[in-house]
């Protein structure tokens, strides 16, 4: 079973990248994707 360690929404993925970067994740980095059901 994975751990994730931290989850960010699309909007922060740089953010995700960043913290990827410098080496603090201990575990799965998840970017959430936010479905919109409006129609």
């Known amino acids: 079973t994975p751990v994730i360690d ?3 929404p699309l909007s ?3 953010e ?3 913290y990827l970067d410098e ?3 201990q575990g799965k980095v998840v ?3 936010e479905h919109n ?3």
């Open 16 to 18: 995700a990248f960043r």
């Open 23 to 25: 080496g603090h994740a």
């Open 6 to 8: 931290r989850t960010y």
């Open 12 to 14: 922060e993925t740089p």
């Open 37 to 39: 059901n409006k129609t």
């Open 31 to 33: 970017i959430t994707v």
